[in-house]
């Protein structure tokens, strides 16, 4: 099992940056994939981005339309920690943030295996 602790998120203005970051406690695969998905009020939990460790080595990343050249992903595989930078933020970013962990290269809401505590980001007008 493996659990994740988030930190970052909170109140920024439109066109402002935030940074999020999860670490990874506890026994995990030689292929996994970390991500954050986010969740309005109202709405569904969708996948916003996802990166993908094989064996060591960061894999693939995927990135939602809307975030495209807004948002980055990276991971630090020493330290079990997956971050996303996020830049020129609107207010259709605006939700819940939560970190994901699964096993194998894909992860959609239902390879996750663990979730983050959520982290709330609002982005004002």
């Known amino acids: 099992q493996v659990q994740l602790v988030e930190s970052g998120g909170g109140l920024v203005q439109a066109g402002g940056s935030l940074n999020l970051s999860c670490s990874a406690d506890g026994r995990k695969s030689r292929i996994d994939t970390m991500g954050w998905f986010r969740q309005a009020p109202g709405k569904e939990r969708v996948l916003v981005a996802s990166?993908?460790?094989?064996?060591?080595?960061?894999?693939?990343?995927y990135y939602t339309d809307s975030v495209k050249g807004r948002f980055t992903i990276s991971r630090d595989n020493a330290k079990n920690t997956v971050y996303l930078q996020m830049d020129n933020l609107n207010p259709e970013d605006t939700a819940t943030y939560y970190c994901a962990y699964g096993t194998g290269v894909r992860l959609s809401v239902k390879d996750v295996l663990s979730w983050g505590q959520g982290t709330q980001v609002t982005v004002s007008s």
């Open positions: 990166i993908t460790r094989i064996q060591g080595n960061t894999g693939n990343t």
